[in-house]
């Protein structure tokens, strides 16, 4: 190879590194930038949430359990309002996520950012501090990942583990009847009598 080609070689590789670098660097100052956006915002809608009384989880949550809605939309908000405030509280572990006092007390402010969602007095919780379905029993959580919710309501008979539950798959699908409950593999393997 000659030198002249050579030092082509060089200074194209120069410029496709320097290349490179800028545009990692650009990506990085994106998602920083985004990064700003989200926290600005979140601080904004806290102020207005402040101002105007209202927490961000109780605006999501202002028509649960009312008759005008359906029990799937229940869930959906409810949905909704943990998945946002697992945004806003970041990490792998935001909050103690199983029982369902676990998730009442992070929707009320018991996470690592001490950020609270849902006031005290939003109609989803009871006197215990759960939160309830729009018939009043406590709702059972599944959690499955961090970003993998089940969420199941006893339905209209109070009954938990019935057909008449309604039980929000994390994917936004609903199980109904049978599907609710099936058959255990000890039950499925023990032979009939």
């Known amino acids: 190879m000659t030198r002249k080609r050579f030092i082509v070689l060089l200074g194209l590789v ?12 650009w990506r990085w100052l994106a998602v920083e930038e985004a990064s700003r956006l989200a926290i600005q915002e979140g601080m904004e809608e806290q102020q207005k949430a402040h101002q105007t009384g209202r927490l961000p989880g109780d605006e999501i949550l202002q028509n649960y359990a009312q008759e005008s809605a359906r029990p799937e939309e229940d869930l959906n908000a409810l949905f909704h309002a943990v998945s946002n405030l697992m945004l806003l509280v970041k990490g792998d572990s935001p909050f103690r996520m199983g029982a369902n006092e676990e998730f009442a007390a992070a ?39 961090h970003d993998r919710i089940d969420i ?29 409950n099936p058959a255990s593999l000890i039950e499925e393997a023990s032979p009939r009598r």
């Open 107 to 145: 929707l009320r402010g018991k996470n690592r950012d001490q950020l609270r969602f849902v006031s005290d007095k939003s109609q989803i919780f009871n006197s215990q501090g759960q939160i309830i379905d729009r018939w009043d029993i406590p709702l059972y959580f599944h959690t499955l990942a």
């Open 14 to 25: 120069f410029l496709i590194g320097t290349g490179f670098l800028l545009f990692q660097n």
């Open 152 to 180: 199941r309501s006893a339905g209209p008979d109070r009954k938990m583990w019935t057909e008449d539950d309604l039980h929000r798959h994390y994917d936004g699908t609903f199980l109904k009847g049978a599907a609710l």
